[in-house]
């Protein structure tokens, strides 16, 4: 009996994924539960156990490909109808044949499916995410069977909807008879050069800066002076682990600051969603963690919960160790959602100046860059500072510019007078 292995529904906002690695390939054993492929979403990595136990018959997915919520990437075939199989395969030939002369009927019939597209066959099934899309926007079923689905089958997925949507016109797709498709001319590599397929995590980071792209955007600069964090920093680096059990760096510090500035500013820890804004009263602080020994396999933002509740040394302790489990690959879907608000931290490899990406539908996103001792002047006089730039990228949509600028002053005056611990 055939069993599909189907794409689970890793999250609230996780609608599809993409399959980065089968472990297994056609025709292998595969024992329930044993990992048989891995899966890639915006969200986290991770893998699918198979659903029985047989022979992979079927690759329906490859790899890179991408797969709906509950759609099927695979069959296993765990031999339960080994003993009925004689009958099943007789009754196919038959089908067939009875059928046969009518094919014209079937054909003809088939052409109005607009009208009756709920209750046709394979061609008119619609996934979840598709129906859940339809009735966001109104969409009938009349108008789901205007869209020509490019899934498998000729199903229509996620996408397919989207550009239905954005193309503003409920027009019958145009006939594949009529349709003129410019010729896809195939990438090679020339001299010197290596062509790879934009798959896994880098494609499923690429589709989420495309959609954080479509949100209109401002960046806004500070200039601070962190010369007090700096040198307690240097008291204290070597005896905070033993004291505390964690690392003395700089990124608690950023948290703590503008955890107290957002809960000033709350608009500022929101987010615009269908047209409804989401205020948050907690502070769920995500921070971007690059992965791989040399930062260079992708980039993951896993959430800090509660910030408002915590102390800087608990907040250390939590940096520390979503820090670990991101570069090991071990975090759950858990520990990548619900985040209010992102920090990320270019200044970590000496970046000086940037203007950092929201996380759609994040309302903002705080860069902080490296501190760089620096000749400023003070009541007359020049003195060497350790100074920083922060910067900070907003839906405009959502927060003006006065805002913006009053939220970053705010966390400003809170690393400058650096009175965390009184």
């Known amino acids: 009996m055939a069993v599909e292995i189907l794409m689970p529904e890793l999250g609230e906002s996780v609608h ?61 075939d765990d031999g339960a109808a080994a003993g009925d199989a004689p009958a099943p395969a007789a009754a196919p030939p038959a089908a067939e044949k009875t059928p046969a002369p009518a094919t014209p ?65 409920r027009t019958a797709a145009p006939s594949p008879a009529l349709e003129v498709k410019a010729p896809s001319v195939p990438v090679t590599a020339g ?39 700096v040198k307690f920093r240097e008291r204290n680096k070597d005896s905070f682990p033993e004291q505390f059990g964690v690392k003395l760096t700089y990124t608690p510090f950023f948290i703590k600051a503008i955890t107290d500035a957002l809960l000033e500013f709350p608009l500022i820890n929101s987010s615009l969603q269908d047209g409804q804004i989401i205020q948050n009263h907690a ?59 992102t920090l990320t931290n270019p200044g970590s490899y000496g970046a000086l100046l940037g203007t950092p990406m929201i996380n759609a539908p994040q309302a903002a996103i705080l860069g902080t860059y490296t501190i760089k001792q620096t000749p400023v002047i003070i009541d007359g006089m020049i003195a060497i500072r350790s100074v920083m730039n922060l910067v900070l990228t907003y839906d405009h949509r959502l927060i003006d510019g006065l805002l913006a600028g009053k939220f970053l002053q705010s966390i400003k005056n809170r690393l400058e007078k650096f009175d965390f611990f009184k």
């Open 105 to 169: 009927t079937p054909v003809a019939s088939s052409a109005p499916t607009t009208s009756g597209s709920s209750n046709g066959g394979d061609r008119r099934w619609y996934s979840p995410v598709v129906r859940s899309m339809a009735k966001q926007h109104n969409l009938s079923d009349a108008d789901l069977a205007r869209i020509q689905g490019s899934g498998e089958g000729g199903r229509v997925n996620k996408k397919d909807v989207e550009a239905f949507l954005a193309g503003g016109v």
């Open 283 to 341: 502070v769920h602080m995500g921070v971007a963690v690059s992965l791989g020994a040399k930062g260079d396999e992708g980039l993951i933002v896993p959430v800090i919960r509660d910030c408002q509740a915590k102390s800087l040394i608990d907040l250390a302790k939590d940096l520390e160790s979503i820090a670990a489990r991101a570069r090991s690959n071990s975090l759950g879907v858990a520990d990548v959602q619900g985040g209010t608000f």
């Open 191 to 229: 001299p010197g050069q290596t062509v790879t397929p934009l798959a896994g995590m880098r494609k499923m980071i690429a589709d989420a800066m495309v959609r954080s792209a479509a949100v209109p955007t401002v960046s806004t600069l500070t200039e601070v002076d962190v010369t007090p964090m």
């Open 16 to 76: 599809e994924g993409t399959v980065s690695r089968w472990l297994k390939k056609e025709g292998d054993f595969v024992k329930e539960d044993e990992p048989v492929v891995e899966i890639m979403t915006d969200k986290v990595n991770t893998e699918l156990g198979a659903p029985a136990s047989g022979i992979l018959t079927k690759i329906i997915v490859p790899e890179g490909g991408l797969v709906e919520v509950f759609s099927a990437m695979g069959i296993i």
